[in-house]
């Protein structure tokens, strides 16, 4: 049972949030917060995969705003997209160097920090805007640091290094 | 057209998350944060705040390492002592400062609130919000401790912020510096009314409304104003001003305040059992 995938998954997705909430939480770097849970969808689109990276997002996401004060979902809403391009971007590729992982990670956070700072202003929630760019850094800096590490256990959960990534078929 | 099935099967779970999450969005507003989705918010809050409670005091010590501070257990208990007494000591000085106006105007204004008379509730820090974009703490008392949404927050020194979320467990606080903070003040030397909002942790919080003739000090104190339809008790010492100045042309001076309690270091609060209206 414990190498069951489902059983895996949402252990590791519950480590995430622990560590998001209980660990991170209490750690600001220029004044700024990490925010692992958006590894939890790069990591799985880059393991498992388009509709896995967004799927696992959607779960990370909802765990995430139960403990924020913004909108139910708005959170979910941003990492399954991440985890869809992430997946979208990996696709096709037939194996992951570190520092593809790496600079995936990077980019991919900060865009995820962008797309949450735009989708809450559509939806009038306060921000302050000047702060942005620090957030966008620390945020991508920690999860590129912590991408190599992320996929591994996502992969571990997962359960193979190609489960269901497609490959491009070769048309004579 | 194996390759064509598989890519629609991707998007129509995007598009299925999506709209999922659209829906959810749409009736999170609805409900205004008094509905189904708020309930069982806070009750996934409640079930999992004693294992992040247990992982957090695990935890701690590393994470105070990230402060910088040698020693860190065997300063602390000297250092929170020192800090109170700190504290207390400087809202005495600025409600000093208050109260002699007050005082003159105590016939005029009867039925003014005053904070010593409101029964409170002491609460501890137990989490910061892990987001970029809230400035929020969660205290370790709730519902079953007679907290509501609206109570205001207060440290020795002087206002933290106001319950915004509450299970039966624990309590979410807006605190003063979130972007969406404002809170009605007034500046003790003059009297004179006006808003301060919040503006991002480690900001100086504008102060707004303040008319260009009226004389701002440097250092002067802030109170909250108490008024009518307030969301705070009066009184309550908010913080001092740090600089002010007038733009050529402007209806109003600018004017930024510091904070005096230090919201980075929250440990111990207390929440008035006080609603506005009340």
């Known amino acids: ?15 995430a949030v622990l560590v998001h909430t209980a660990v991170t939480s209490r750690v600001t770097v220029l004044g700024a917060r990490p925010d692992v849970l958006l590894l939890v969808p790069i990591a ?15 779960a990370a996401g909802l765990a995430a705003d139960v403990f924020l004060t913004s909108p139910m979902a708005l959170s979910a809403l941003v990492y399954s997209l991440v985890g869809y391009a992430v997946g979208l971007i990996q696709g096709g590729l037939l194996a992951l160097s570190p520092l593809f992982t790496v600079l995936t990670a990077l980019g991919a956070s900060a865009a995820g920090v962008l797309l949450y700072a735009l989708a809450a202003g559509v939806l009038g929630q306060a921000l302050v805007v000047g702060r942005l760019p620090v957030v966008v850094l620390v945020v991508a800096l920690v999860n590129a640091l912590l991408g190599p590490p992320a996929l591994r256990a996502m992969r571990w959960a997962m359960g193979s290094a190609r489960l269901g990534r497609w490959q491009p078929s070769i048309q004579p | 057209m194996a390759v064509y099935r598989r890519s629609r099967r991707h998007r129509f779970v995007l598009v299925l998350l999506v709209l999922t999450s659209i829906t959810v969005i749409t009736l999170d507003f609805r409900d205004q944060g008094d509905g189904t989705l708020e309930s069982l ?16 005091k695990v935890v701690s010590p590393v994470t105070n ?12 208990s000297e250092n929170e002592r020192l800090r109170r007494q700190l ?4 809202a005495d000085a600025l409600k000093g400062a208050d109260a002699e106006r007050e005082r003159r105007l105590l016939l005029a204004l009867q039925g003014l609130d005053f904070v010593d008379d409101i029964r409170s509730v002491p609460a501890r820090v137990v989490a910061y919000a892990p987001s970029n974009f809230q400035v929020t703490v969660e205290l370790n008392r709730g519902e079953g401790h007679r907290i509501a949404v609206g109570m205001p927050v207060v440290t020795e020194a002087g206002l933290v912020g106001r319950v915004v979320e509450v299970s039966w467990e624990r309590c979410t606080v807006l605190l003063l510096s979130d972007p969406s903070s404002a809170v009605g003040v007034r500046l003790a030397g003059s009297g004179e009314v006006g808003v301060v909002r919040g503006a991002g942790p480690r900001s100086p919080l504008p102060l707004d409304l303040i008319p260009v003739e009226t004389e701002v000090s440097t250092g002067e104190v802030v109170v909250t104003s108490g ?6 008790p009066a009184q309550i ?12 042309g402007a209806l109003a001076q600018e004017v930024r305040i510091d904070a005096v309690v230090d919201f980075g270091r929250l440990e111990l609060v207390r929440v008035l059992l006080w609603k506005p209206g009340q």
């Open chain 1, 1 to 15: 049972m414990t190498s069951d995938p489902r059983f895996r998954v949402p252990l590791v997705l519950l480590v």
């Open chain 1, 44 to 58: 799985a689109g880059l393991a498992g995969g388009r509709s896995r990276g967004a799927a696992l997002g959607f």
């Open chain 2, 41 to 56: 918010r806070s009750g996934l809050r409640d079930a999992f705040a004693p294992l992040q409670a247990v992982v957090g």
């Open chain 2, 65 to 76: 390492l990230f402060g910088g501070v040698a020693r860190y257990s065997g300063l602390r």
């Open chain 2, 87 to 90: 504290a207390e000591a400087r």
């Open chain 2, 227 to 232: 008024l009518q339809g307030g969301l705070f």
């Open chain 2, 237 to 248: 010492p908010v913080g001092r001003v740090r600089t002010a100045k007038v733009e050529p």
